[in-house]
């Protein structure tokens, strides 16, 4: 009895035993299981986490484009919009109609095909887009679409400009070229001494305005191309009695008194001086050609705050409210006739709102017809607004 009860115990034991290893093997199992779901938990995470990221630095990165884009699903539901694209929401005037145009675009890509399209917006302002819409493929199918919309209203404009440029270069230097042309055949067929002589003249004087065309284009492309133009302090009364100097001959002739308010000699401006003393001799210049004989024509400058004032005032025969807005233009002529007869060439008020935006400063007219013109050019000071202001007075 005593061997069988041994043994049954014995049994137990070992029964005991195999019970105890699998619990711990099966604790152990159950450790390993819940530190791999830890750590599938915590790689989930750290993937959400940068699924999160990557998809925030996109947006801001979409944000900063400056096209607008807009992204679809398959069925045309809306999934991402940049903040370029944010100004058609509830859109007012003529960007419903872009929105419109987008739209119709992008069912198109959905369909398969790309699709682009130039709008014109009346405004205003006055503006054109370049609407493109691409499919979004995934294995061959489309599961969704891309618009985009790009503000192209200056390369348009610049392209416009280009033409004009062009166009009206090519017509100022072929009326003189071909005045030229004509004027030497008929002086190689006269024998006449007087005739010649007279002819001789008129070359003289239309190859002076071809000269004066070519010298205002060199210094208009001049100008424009100087990204870092040379500045230096110069005083404004400087400018103003240079400027005078410059054109007192042709007011003489002319028969137009000018007239100098004296200007305050501390007051300076950073400025190239060629340039700028050429856009005064250029607004000085056309107030005589355009004012009457004993009208004067009246030059000074005035302290308004940080900036000063430098103004050109005729007596003349003005500009029509229809063109002030065209004046500035290169090759602008408000009389073609008139400014023919005074020798201009359609390009000094473009040199001198050139000049004047170069240094930082704006250039306004007030004209009424038959009253005469006042152009008024604001530049930043040198020395200071209210210290040069409170020494002046």
């Given at each position: 009895?005593?061997?069988?009860?041994?043994?049954?115990a014995?049994a137990?034991?070992?029964?005991?035993?195999?019970?105890?290893?699998?619990?711990?093997?099966?604790?152990?199992?159950l450790?390993?299981?819940?530190?791999?779901?830890?750590?599938?938990?915590?790689?989930?995470?750290?993937?959400?986490?940068?699924?999160?990221?990557?998809?925030?630095?996109?947006?801001?990165?979409?944000?900063?484009?400056?096209?607008?884009?807009?992204?679809?699903?398959?069925?045309?539901?809306?999934?991402?919009?940049?903040?370029?694209?944010?100004?058609?929401?509830?859109?007012?005037?003529?960007?419903?109609?872009?929105?419109?145009?987008?739209?119709?675009?992008?069912?198109?890509?959905?369909?398969?095909?790309?699709?682009?399209?130039?709008?014109?917006?009346?405004?205003?302002?006055?503006?054109?887009?370049?609407?493109?819409?691409y499919?979004?493929?995934?294995?061959?199918?489309?599961?969704?679409?891309?618009?985009?919309?790009?503000?192209?209203?200056?390369?348009?404009?610049?392209?416009?400009?280009?033409?004009?440029?062009?166009?009206?270069?090519?017509?100022?230097?072929?009326?003189?070229?071909?005045?030229?042309?004509?004027?030497?055949?008929?002086?190689?067929?006269?024998?006449?001494?007087?005739?010649?002589?007279?002819?001789?003249?008129?070359?003289?004087?239309?190859?002076?305005?071809?000269?004066?065309?070519?010298?205002?284009?060199?210094?208009?492309?001049?100008?424009?191309?100087?990204?870092?133009?040379?500045?230096?302090?110069?005083?404004?009364?400087?400018?103003?009695?240079?400027?005078?100097?410059?054109?007192?001959?042709?007011?003489?002739?002319?028969?137009?008194?000018?007239?100098?308010?004296?200007?305050?000699?501390?007051?300076?401006?950073?400025?190239?001086?060629?340039?700028?003393?050429?856009?005064?001799?250029?607004?000085?210049?056309?107030?005589?050609?355009?004012?009457?004989?004993?009208?004067?024509?009246?030059v000074?400058?005035?302290?308004?705050?940080?900036?000063?004032?430098?103004?050109?005032?005729?007596?003349?025969?003005?500009?029509?409210?229809?063109?002030?807005?065209?004046?500035?233009e290169?090759?602008?002529?408000?009389d073609?006739?008139?400014?023919?007869?005074t020798?201009?060439?359609?390009?000094?008020?473009?040199?001198?709102?050139?000049?004047?935006?170069?240094?930082?400063?704006?250039?306004?007219?007030?004209?009424?017809?038959?009253?005469g013109?006042?152009?008024?050019?604001?530049?930043?000071?040198?020395?200071?607004?209210?210290?040069?202001?409170?020494?002046?007075?």
């Open positions: 009895m005593s061997g069988a009860v041994v043994v049954l014995l137990g034991w070992l029964c005991v035993a195999v019970i105890v290893l699998q619990l711990r093997t099966r604790s152990r199992e450790r390993e299981a819940r530190d791999a779901l830890d750590d599938a938990r915590e790689r989930a995470g750290d993937g959400i986490a940068n699924a999160e990221a990557r998809q925030h630095w996109l947006t801001g990165a979409l944000d900063q484009a400056p096209d607008g884009i807009v992204v679809v699903d398959r069925i045309g539901r809306e999934v991402f919009r940049n903040a370029a694209s944010r100004r058609f929401d509830g859109a007012p005037h003529g960007e419903v109609l872009a929105l419109d145009a987008l739209t119709e675009l992008l069912r198109s890509a959905l369909e398969g095909h790309s699709a682009e399209r130039e709008l014109q917006l009346f405004g205003p302002p006055r503006q054109a887009l370049l609407l493109r819409a499919p979004l493929r995934r294995s061959g199918e489309v599961v969704g679409a891309v618009g985009f919309s790009r503000d192209i209203t200056e390369a348009r404009r610049v392209e416009s400009v280009r033409r004009d440029f062009v166009a009206n270069v090519s017509h100022e230097l072929k009326t003189p070229i071909g005045a030229l042309a004509l004027l030497a055949e008929t002086m190689a067929s006269s024998d006449d001494p007087d005739v010649v002589r007279k002819l001789a003249e008129r070359v003289v004087r239309e190859a002076d305005r071809l000269a004066l065309i070519v010298d205002d284009l060199l210094d208009l492309s001049l100008i424009e191309a100087q990204e870092s133009p040379t500045r230096e302090p110069m005083p404004v009364a400087v400018l103003v009695d240079e400027a005078v100097d410059v054109v007192q001959a042709a007011a003489d002739v002319a028969g137009v008194p000018v007239r100098v308010a004296p200007a305050p000699p501390e007051v300076e401006v950073s400025c190239d001086h060629r340039q700028l003393r050429s856009a005064l001799v250029n607004l000085l210049d056309n107030a005589i050609k355009y004012s009457a004989p004993g009208d004067p024509v009246e000074g400058a005035t302290l308004v705050g940080e900036r000063v004032a430098l103004t050109v005032r005729d007596h003349g025969i003005g500009i029509p409210t229809r063109d002030l807005e065209r004046i500035f290169r090759f602008y002529r408000v073609r006739a008139r400014s023919r007869d020798g201009g060439t359609g390009l000094g008020l473009s040199i001198v709102r050139h000049v004047v935006q170069a240094h930082g400063g704006e250039v306004h007219v007030a004209s009424r017809e038959g009253e013109s006042t152009f008024t050019v604001y530049l930043p000071l040198t020395n200071g607004g209210p210290r040069a202001l409170s020494e002046a007075s």
